[in-house]
């Protein structure tokens, strides 16, 4: 649970003489080719979050038993705006007020100690909630859209050899139902809609794996597919525009088509030093197909126009790569974790038209990992390092309006946290007091053009039973 107000900044834009073609890559340089986010004095957004969960467990026998439970995630957002700041403003509100209910039952069948068997349903209501408002009342507007859906799944574990060998398998089943939205008598964003179900989603996932216990390997290997239905926000957001008239407009496709996804991966683990270390290698292969994308022009949905882009399918891409990972415990209070990963992604078309870039933006081809904690007796420390290598990102230029991209520095971010455990009543209840010190060598970090937090800390105190 949250309740949060925060002051908002204003995007990045372009600075300088830029190429005739957006074709050519912008090397970065703050202030000079490109202006970070600035505050906005009078851009504000307060929301609060919930979420909640009641699970319920009964067992039936010794190899039956049924687990459900079920969720709630409610989210409200209120944006408010005025005439202050840059480069373009004026004054509006806009609400955002989501939710997703989810009920769910399983049960897990044990028919032999070398196989585990579940069944199980699954039910999950969404619903969004928009509303705009200006100071003259003109072009106020509410939008409430709701989409369900309802699951089976299954999933079937066997180990053989006393657990050497592991096989998996699962499926999943989802149908979905999109109701019409209740859209405002006046101003509303969308009109004539003709809407249809999404398709139902068939997705299957399989993993299999050996541990030679004599060597200390491990080999596996895994395969699935993925869907991902559009977000009502996908198919219902809207933005307030002050081009043309004050008026809120359409940002989403109703009728967007789900995404389609299959990953394979394989990799081997091997334990060294009597099982202090363990070494890791994986490739990994990702292909997304019909994704969901933002485009700078978007069509019309039938009589609504959709004048500065919206949200539309675009063709995806692939990802592969590899990760080489090492766990060390040199004592027994003493943990190192180290990753280094290299991605390749492309997309089969470009993200932002008129570069003819297929690298995926926003994605380092390379990224190292640092993670190390040290205990002594109550009092604990940890050190967590990220370092990534350049990047591309797109700017949305105020003055051109065309989209430009540029060449990001990688991150090079490292974290301190410590703390102490205070015991309670013989360690029935503890008190646990931290402090954290976020980016120790305050490193100046631009993500996407938005200049990141230099060095900062905080403190917190958890109470446990």
Do not use: C
């Not at 060998?165 to 999109?178: E, K, M």
């Not at 105020?398 to 990688?410: E, L, Q, V």
């Amino acid at each position: 649970m949250s309740d949060a107000f925060v002051r908002l900044n204003s995007n990045p834009d372009t600075l300088g003489n830029l190429p005739i073609s957006n074709s050519a890559i912008i090397v970065a340089n703050p202030g000079v080719n490109f202006a970070f986010d600035a505050n906005d004095p009078d851009s504000n957004q307060k929301s609060k979050f919930f979420n909640g969960q009641v699970v319920v467990t009964q067992v039936i026998s010794d190899r039956l038993y049924f687990q459900g439970y079920y969720s709630v995630l409610k989210t409200e957002r209120r944006n408010t705006n005025g005439l202050l700041g840059i480069p373009f403003q004026s004054e509006s509100t806009s609400i955002f007020d989501g939710s997703i209910h989810t009920a769910n039952g399983h049960i897990d069948w044990t028919p032999h100690k070398t196989n585990r068997i579940t069944f199980g349903y699954e039910f999950e209501h969404e619903k969004l909630g928009n509303e705009g408002f200006t100071p003259t009342g003109t072009a106020d507007f509410f939008t409430n859209a709701y989409q369900s859906s309802n699951t089976i799944y299954a999933q079937d574990l066997i180990g053989l050899f006393d657990g050497k060998l592991q096989f998996s398998g699962g499926f999943r089943v989802q149908f979905f139902n999109l109701k019409t939205p209740d859209f405002s008598l006046e101003n509303a964003p969308y009109t004539n809609l003709t809407l249809e179900n999404p398709p139902n989603a068939y997705t299957f996932d399989g993993s299999a794996s050996y541990y030679f216990a004599k060597t200390g390997t491990k080999l596996r290997t895994h395969i699935g597919n993925g869907y991902r239905v559009p977000s009502l926000y996908e198919r219902f957001g809207t933005f307030f525009s002050t081009f043309g008239g004050e008026e809120f407009v359409a940002l989403g496709d109703p009728n967007l088509e789900p995404e389609h996804s299959t990953a394979f991966d394989a990799g081997i683990e091997q334990n060294i030093f009597g099982d202090k270390a363990r070494l890791s290698a994986t490739y990994f292969y990702t292909r997304l197909t019909d994704i969901i994308g933002f485009g700078n022009s978007a069509p019309a949905i039938g009589s609504t126009l959709r004048p500065f882009g919206g949200y539309e399918n675009q063709k995806g891409g692939i990802a592969r790569g590899g990760e080489l990972s090492g766990e060390f415990r040199p004592t027994s209070s003493t943990d190192i974790f180290a990753s280094y990963t290299y991605t390749n992604s492309d997309q089969r078309e470009p993200q932002v038209g008129g570069t003819g870039i297929l690298s995926t933006l926003g994605v380092p081809e390379n990224q190292f990992t640092l993670v190390a904690t040290q205990r002594f007796k109550r009092f604990w420390v940890n050190f967590d390092f990220l370092a990534t290598s350049d990047y591309l990102a797109p700017i949305f230029s105020g003055s051109t309006f065309n989209t430009y991209i540029y060449r990001f520095n990688g991150n090079r971010k490292a974290d301190l946290t410590a703390g102490y455990t205070f015991p309670i009543n013989k360690d029935k209840f503890n008190l646990r007091v931290y402090g954290t010190i976020e980016n120790l060598f305050d490193q100046e970090y631009f993500e996407n053009g938005f200049r990141t937090v230099g060095i900062n800390g905080r403190a917190g105190v958890s109470f446990g039973f």
